[in-house]
């Protein structure tokens, strides 16, 4: 499968921003899909990430209640809406794909496919 991020932008201290991570290759639900993050200096985190079987999610704490993972199986899209975002919530945020099927995690390394990232700046 082959991932592709974007959405990404400028977008003041408590506002919000949608990211899309559309796939082609292969049908989405057959994944689950990570949303992971980097900020410059700072090693890849993971945001959350949505199960292929029941679409369950998990999210990091620092994101719990602001950032919703959703899956459009008929756009073979995924998505991260992100709302009252802060200051430290800048960073580039990419999408990735497993066949892992249960339990769900939401490590970098047991994702196996990888889009872009695209680059989320949010000014105080």
């Known amino acids: 499968v082959q991932l592709q991020a974007s959405g990404g932008g400028l977008v003041q201290a408590g506002g919000s921003l949608r990211l899309s991570c559309a796939a082609s290759g292969s049908a989405l639900d057959y994944y689950a899909i990570g949303w992971f993050r980097q900020a410059p200096g700072k090693e890849r985190e993971s945001v959350g990430c949505i199960a292929r079987h029941d679409d369950s999610t998990h999210y990091v704490d620092s994101v719990k209640g602001r950032f919703t993972i959703s899956r459009d199986n008929a756009k073979n899209t995924i998505y991260l809406q992100m709302t009252s975002l802060k200051p430290e919530d800048s960073a580039v945020y990419y999408c990735?794909?497993?066949?892992?099927?249960?339990?769900?995690?939401?490590?970098?390394?047991?994702?196996?496919?990888w889009g872009q990232g695209t680059l989320v700046t949010v000014s105080s």
């Open positions: 990735a794909a497993d066949t892992m099927g249960w339990p769900l995690v939401c490590r970098a390394p047991d994702y196996s496919s």
